[in-house]
């Protein structure tokens, strides 16, 4: 699966952002599928998790209440709208897809096979 992420750029603390991830392949509802991100000298961390058709949904408690998944398999896309957004959410941020069974939500990087190249997010305090 080949995986073009978007949307990033430099915002405010406080604003609002939404990233969009294509992926190539024809049947996207296969995979669950995952937003991670990785701030300079640190290591890749999981944000977000969403089953093959959406109906669970994962997140790590540093953007909880604050950032939302979502996936549209018609379309094949994955969104994570990102609101109240904090300097320390600046990251590069990767979405990736696992080939999972139903109603499973991928958490580790170990789960996730393909990667996109990732999205600049830059939050200004």
């Known amino acids: 699966v080949q995986l073009q992420a978007s949307g990033g750029g430099l915002v405010q603390a406080g604003d609002s952002l939404r990233l969009s991830c294509a992926a190539s392949?024809?049947?996207?509802?296969?995979?669950?599928m995952g937003w991670f991100r990785q701030a300079p000298g640190k290591e890749r961390e999981f944000v977000a998790g969403?089953?093959?058709?959406?109906?669970?949904?994962s997140y790590a408690d540093s953007v909880k209440g604050r950032f939302t998944i979502s996936r549209d398999n018609a379309k094949s896309a994955v969104y994570l709208q990102m609101n109240s957004l904090k300097p320390e959410d600046t990251a590069v941020y990767y979405c990736?897809?696992?080939?999972?069974?139903?109603?499973?939500?991928?958490?580790?990087?170990?789960?996730?096979?393909?990667w996109g190249q990732g999205t600049l997010v830059t939050v200004s305090s």
């Open positions: 969403i089953s093959r058709a959406g109906s669970r949904k």
């Open positions: 990736a897809a696992a080939w999972t069974v139903t109603g499973v939500v991928a958490t580790t990087l170990e789960a996730y096979e393909s």
């Open positions: 392949a024809p049947i996207l509802s296969n995979y669950a």
